[in-house]
């Protein structure tokens, strides 16, 4: 197929016309062009190239908090009571009778005699060396969330002391209070149990929160009580 072909002058007499002269369409196409309406401002005009606008790339700051490893929370060491202090029910064929009270100040256990030859075991925490005791006495009151009023040789002994305290989870006399007698010893609880079992004491006998709140829903005022 030919795109486009020139013709030279019309042969005279006697002569032969020479044969068309065929141009290459590669050749023949930007001539062409320019024969076309508006073809120069086409050729002459150059291409316009389309700007394709790039989207904007956030580049993460890797000094941000958000892109920080989590850092591990340290684990809280909490201290509990030595498992061997904890409540449980055992065998007691001992002299003292059903709804006794007996403190072992040695074994740190203290005994809630039961009618059926077992005994409720609770740990206690006792006086620290110089403050032991030991007698019979029995309840003659009881009070949840008591206030604290340090007797005035504790507080001789620790200035810081406060003369009074009320009650609650901070105060050291705990949940629940047994006053023993006309002394000023008590069963009472503790915000401190990691201290049951031991002798750090000025002469009460501590128990954990959860274990003289059920002692106190057990036993009454007139309950006798023997620390031996």
Same mark, same amino acid.
């Given at each position: 197929?030919?795109?486009?072909?020139?013709?030279?002058?019309?042969?005279?007499?006697? %002569?032969?016309?020479?044969?068309? &002269?065929? &141009?290459?369409?590669? &050749?023949?196409?930007?001539?062409?062009? %320019?024969?076309?309406?508006?073809?120069?401002?086409?050729? *002459?005009?150059?291409?316009?190239?389309? %700007?394709?606008?790039?989207?904007? *790339?956030?580049?993460? @700051?890797?000094?941000?908090?958000?892109?920080?490893?989590?850092?591990?929370?340290?684990?809280?060491?909490?201290? %509990? +009571?030595?498992?061997?202090?904890?409540?449980?029910?055992?065998?007691?064929?001992?002299?003292?009778?059903?709804?006794? +009270?007996?403190?072992?100040?040695?074994?740190?256990?203290?005994?809630?005699?039961?009618?059926?030859?077992?005994?409720?075991?609770?740990?206690?925490?006792?006086?620290?060396?110089?403050?032991?005791?030991? !007698?019979?006495?029995?309840?003659?009151?009881?009070?949840?969330?008591?206030?604290?009023?340090?007797?005035?040789?504790?507080?001789?002994?620790?200035?810081?002391?406060?003369?009074f305290m009320a009650g609650g989870p901070q105060n050291p006399m705990g949940a629940r209070?047994?006053? &023993? !007698?006309?002394?000023?010893?008590? +069963?009472?609880?503790?915000?401190?149990?990691?201290?049951?079992?031991?002798? *750090?004491?000025?002469?009460? +006998?501590?128990?954990? @929160?959860?274990?003289?709140?059920?002692?106190?829903?057990?036993?009454?005022?007139?309950?006798?009580?023997?620390?031996i």
């Amino acid at each position: 197929m030919l795109t486009g072909a020139l013709w030279s002058e019309p042969a005279t007499a006697g %002569q032969v016309a020479p044969p068309p &002269l065929v &141009l290459s369409p590669n &050749l023949t196409e930007p001539w062409m062009l %320019q024969l076309q309406p508006g073809a120069a401002r086409r050729a *002459v005009a150059p291409a316009q190239r389309r %700007q394709v606008q790039q989207p904007q *790339v956030r580049r993460a @700051n890797w000094w941000s908090r958000r892109m920080e490893p989590a850092r591990q929370q340290p684990k809280r060491q909490t201290r %509990q +009571i030595a498992p061997q202090f904890l409540p449980t029910i055992v065998d007691y064929n001992g002299p003292y009778s059903p709804g006794t +009270i007996v403190i072992d100040t040695n074994t740190r256990f203290l005994y809630l005699v039961q009618s059926d030859g077992t005994a409720r075991r609770y740990g206690v925490g006792v006086g620290k060396p110089g403050f032991e005791w030991a !007698g019979t006495h029995k309840v003659t009151r009881k009070a949840e969330w008591p206030d604290w009023r340090p007797p005035a040789a504790m507080r001789k002994r620790r200035p810081d002391l406060p003369v009074f305290m009320a009650g609650g989870p901070q105060n050291p006399m705990g949940a629940r209070a047994l006053y &023993l !007698g006309s002394t000023l010893y008590r +069963i009472h609880g503790s915000n401190e149990p990691w201290t049951i079992g031991h002798a *750090v004491s000025s002469g009460c +006998i501590r128990m954990r @929160n959860e274990d003289v709140m059920d002692l106190y829903e057990r036993v009454g005022v007139g309950t006798k009580v023997h620390v031996i």
